[in-house]
């Protein structure tokens, strides 16, 4: 397999952001007079977008948009403020864009977080790195529609047949295979390789340099 590019996730994948997350729904929440949740839980309420996040952490008897655009500006104005109070990139993640870089293999993060987070971290993470960022934004559905990740094959000048997809989620797994993508499944995330599996990725890998097996 001759790889041209390598599409990449960016939460849970590229940085782990869980902490930062988590505080920001649950000031949110707890602004608004609602329980919080444990850090744990958010590894399960992210994934897909940010309006579905803060609906999972919502109690049960608001689980309605209504209450999830109540909280969204409260959330959105926290994280921008306390976006890097505890991400950081997974070990190894620096080491391997810098090597497929040199490779001359050109890389794109597609994101469900808002596009002007994901915008807004991967410059201070990652400055000078990617040839192509987008998050969620207004005109494409959210992953695991492959909207977005054929957005990036199409900016990047390659087939689908050409790149990977990498991620850490059920929904990463389905993204890339709804483009046709080779999908690889990475373990030092927010999920398991069961739901990985389940959701359609090719292969798994335990750490980042095992990508390499499939350049």
């Known amino acids: 397999m001759s790889v041209k590019a390598v599409l990449f996730d960016l939460d849970g994948t590229l940085l782990n952001t869980i902490d930062d997350l988590a505080n920001a729904v649950n000031y949110a929440l707890n602004k608004e007079g609602y329980p919080t949740h444990d850090v744990e839980k958010f590894k399960y309420f992210v994934g897909n977008g940010t309006d579905l996040m803060i609906k999972r952490a919502l109690p049960e008897d608001k689980k309605d948009m209504a209450y999830v655009e109540k909280l969204k500006p409260i959330y959105v104005q926290y994280y921008d403020a306390h976006s890097d109070v505890f991400t950081r990139p997974y070990d190894g ?3 391997l864009l810098k090597e497929l870089k040199e490779k001359g293999i050109k890389l794109a993060v597609v994101s469900n977080k808002i596009d002007c987070m994901t915008q807004l971290v991967i410059e201070q993470y990652f400055p000078n790195t990617f040839d192509f960022v987008s998050g969620q934004k207004d005109g494409y559905a959210v992953k695991p ?6 957005l990036a094959t199409e900016k990047l000048g390659v087939k689908p047949s050409d790149c990977l997809f990498v991620g850490d989620t059920g929904v990463d797994a389905a993204t890339g295979k709804n483009a046709g993508i080779f999908t690889v499944g ?3 995330g927010f999920r398991d390789e069961a739901e990985l599996l389940e959701n359609g990725a090719n292969a798994i890998i335990s750490k980042p340099s095992e990508l390499h097996k499939y350049l």
């Open 145 to 150: 529609d492959p909207a977005l990740a054929l």
């Open 186 to 188: 990475v373990l030092w």
């Open 93 to 95: 993640i620096l080491e």
